[in-house]
């Protein structure tokens, strides 16, 4: 959230991020004028409140002075003030409660250096890290969805049908390196100096509040026992969409020590996104799905730190694919594709041989978001209360945050299917994983179960 007094004191700097934004559905000019009417009536409110107790003083001294007609004027401009008075707090009341409202539409001012652009055409390639060496690939690579259920270790058809389109069964390896994954992400951001956390899945409309999740993004969660057009209060519960949100609201309303931070954490969860998904191949397979599994990592820390802490968030998340030896390019976001929350963004995109798209590099394929690593500074501190306290003697102020994807374990999936893809349709399992997996080092699939799966023949 912006505070009111930057909001005051710079309604210009706050129209070009709107503008630089690409959000035309925020009135700031009514914003502004809110704010100034109830500047207006606290201001009122305070002279009202300065006259009647003055005047309520004099009436004990003009009686005691046998002016009982002036104190009775007295006790009548007493009782008007107090009447005025209570209409200007309630209509102050009424003004606060739209502002603040208001307050939570305005998205984050980008940092300084972010480059300005109207969408993700205009991002910037920061730099590509695994291509030099290359391991072979095979004439043709088979994309993930069409290996997936050759060797039987991804179903959509029964994820559909228990579940709904955007579903999928993970069976036997496939399942096992999904969890693999889990363990393995979580070993490394241990070794770099985070505390694990399993946190509560779902989640409150407060604490969607908190991160930014509301009131913007409504229509993109499961909500829990309502519709989502339905009005909301803030016990409403939500799935989790991402860890982001009950990690960051984990100290809602408190107020940490300067001996805390930075405050390190990592959490696994399965998430839940009602994602619209894309045309093409986006809606195929496991890159969009609406539910996935993922490790968040969360950073709280002091302002003055928060963009070291940043990029040193970026190589936390990179040490990933590091490891796994994924070919992947680092973007640093414009400011049309920034998003609502933040104010400086990189994503880590992997790279996917198995699909052929025009952004894809020049080996062909296409890249995959697996982490947005993320700079609030204090716009999420400010909705959710996340304070910290420089000296036990100061007052406290906000803190900053940060998060990333440690990573999105599905797309993870896919580059591994299609980069460790081999020429028997096979796949190997990254050096990093076998310990994981119990020693394999190969995926070789599994025999079809089911009537369905007579005539199909045995796997070689």
Request: aromatic share 8%; with cysteine; glycine share 8%.
């Amino acid at each position: 959230m912006i505070s009111r007094q930057f909001l005051r004191e710079n309604p210009e700097t706050v129209r070009e991020a709107l503008r630089n934004k690409g959000v035309d559905d925020v009135d700031l000019d009514h914003i502004l004028e809110v704010d100034e009417e109830w500047r207006s009536l606290k201001k009122r409110g305070d002279d009202l409140r300065h006259e009647r107790n003055e005047t309520s003083s004099k009436i004990g001294e003009l009686k005691a002075e046998g002016k009982d007609e002036e104190a009775q004027e007295a006790i009548e401009r007493s009782q008007e003030l107090k009447s005025e008075l209570a209409e200007v707090e309630d209509r102050a009341d009424e003004l606060e409660a739209e502002l603040e409202e208001r307050l939570l539409e305005l998205p984050q001012i980008p940092h300084d250096d972010v480059p300005v652009g109207e969408d993700e055409s205009e991002n910037v390639e920061r730099r590509r890290e695994g291509f030099d060496d290359l391991r072979d690939l095979p004439d043709e690579v088979i994309p993930h969805y069409d290996l997936g259920e050759k060797l039987d270790i991804l179903d959509f058809e029964r994820g559909a049908k228990v579940t709904g389109g955007g579903f999928y069964f993970a069976k036997g390896d496939g399942a096992r390196l999904e969890h693999a994954l889990i363990q393995f992400m979580m070993d490394v951001h241990r070794e770099q100096g985070y505390v694990d956390l399993f946190p509560p899945i779902p989640v409150n409309s407060q604490s969607m509040t908190g991160t930014g999740q509301f009131p913007k993004f409504t229509e993109d969660a499961y909500r829990i026992g309502k519709a989502n057009g339905k009005e909301r209060d803030d016990d409403d519960l939500w799935l989790c969409p991402t860890a982001e949100v009950p990690v960051t609201n984990m100290y809602r309303d408190e107020i940490l020590l300067d001996d805390d931070l930075p405050v390190k954490h990592q959490a696994y969860t399965p998430n839940f996104r009602r994602e619209a998904g894309e045309h093409g191949t986006e809606t195929r397979g496991i890159v969009r799905v609406h539910q996935f599994n993922k490790v968040e990592m969360v950073n709280f820390v002091r302002p003055e730190n928060s963009y070291e802490q940043f990029e040193e968030l970026l190589d936390e998340a990179e040490e990933v694919l590091r490891r796994l030896e994924l070919p992947y390019r680092i973007l640093e976001m414009c400011t049309g594709d920034l998003g609502f929350t933040q104010a400086k963004k990189y994503d880590i995109e992997v790279w996917a041989p198995g699909d052929d798209m025009e952004d894809g590099p020049e080996q062909g394929g296409r890249w995959l978001e697996v982490s947005s690593v993320s700079n609030f500074e204090d716009f999420q501190a400010r909705r959710a209360g996340l304070r910290y306290r420089p000296e036990r003697h100061e007052s406290a102020e906000y803190l900053h945050t940060l998060n990333g994807s440690g990573l999105a374990i599905p797309r993870v999936v896919v580059a591994i299917m299609e980069y460790y893809q081999n020429d028997d349709g096979t796949v190997t399992v990254p050096e990093a994983l076998r310990p994981y997996m119990g020693g394999t080092e190969v995926i070789e699939g599994h025999d079809p179960v089911g009537e369905s799966a007579v005539g199909a023949g045995k796997k070689d």
